[in-house]
């Protein structure tokens, strides 16, 4: 079956601007999470769904980040206002429930701001 | 907080000889703990994971990792290291928010 598929896969924009990274998971899975991974380091969590709510956002570093899940399938995570530091790829990966369960990881998304 | 440390920036094995990258944790309550494997220009893929039970979990590739409670440990481990897996390998615990708490991960190269 289809796995987690993140789009675009490359994004470049430049400071200031606002984007929008969309995560499309595993059919079925209640659970969806954000993070960011920077060059050298492990993934850092942003933010985690449970159905369409937003069960943990303690991840997203300030409010210049959000992100939604209105019908609890696709999720977009959107920035504003980017800045040069928000530069990372940014993973999503879904589960089949919040609990246990191993999580499974898109592609990602590498966004650069100039 | 829940976290591991991951305390080898790369390992270097020769094909055929065993391998292993090494992960430590520092948990509150009981661990789940989580191997990942990152290949260039993919995203990670689950290995294997340790929630209860046998202190040996067998997962995917022929991987395997021991969970040592004294010693706050959870090596991965294969016997027989091949040339293809040579990858980013990155140790995790589940957070209190069932998010994962990543390790900076260990490259691996095998040398044929």
């Known amino acids: 079956g289809a796995g987690v598929s993140q789009t675009p896969s490359n994004k470049v924009t430049e400071k200031g601007k606002y984007v929008e990274l969309r995560c499309d998971p595993i059919?079925?899975?209640?659970?969806l999470y954000w993070y960011r991974q920077s060059l050298g380091q492990g993934p850092e969590f942003l933010i985690y769904f449970q159905g369409t709510g937003a069960a943990d956002d303690s991840g997203l570093p300030n409010d210049r980040f959000f992100a939604v899940r209105p019908e609890g399938s696709v999720s977009t995570l959107k920035i504003q206002r980017t800045e040069r530091g928000d530069s990372a790829v940014y993973l999503c990966a879904s589960s089949r429930s919040g609990d246990y369960n191993e999580q499974f990881f898109g592609p990602g998304t590498r966004l650069t701001v100039l | 907080a829940q976290s591991v440390a991951q305390p080898e920036d790369q390992v270097n094995v020769a094909e055929g000889n065993p391998l292993t990258v090494k992960c430590t944790y520092s948990?509150?309550?009981?661990?789940?703990l989580f191997w990942y494997v990152q290949y260039p220009n993919r995203g990670l893929q689950f290995l294997l994971k340790y929630i209860t039970g046998d202190n040996l979990v067998k997962g995917s590739y022929g991987f395997e990792a021991e969970f040592n409670k004294s010693q706050t440990s959870f090596h991965l481990k294969k016997p027989s290291a091949l040339v293809s897996d040579s990858a980013l390998y990155f140790c995790a615990v589940r957070g209190n928010n069932n998010d994962m708490r990543f390790g900076a991960g260990t490259r691996l190269t095998v040398k044929p």
């Open positions: 059919s079925g899975h209640t659970a």
């Open positions: 948990v509150s309550g009981n661990p789940y």
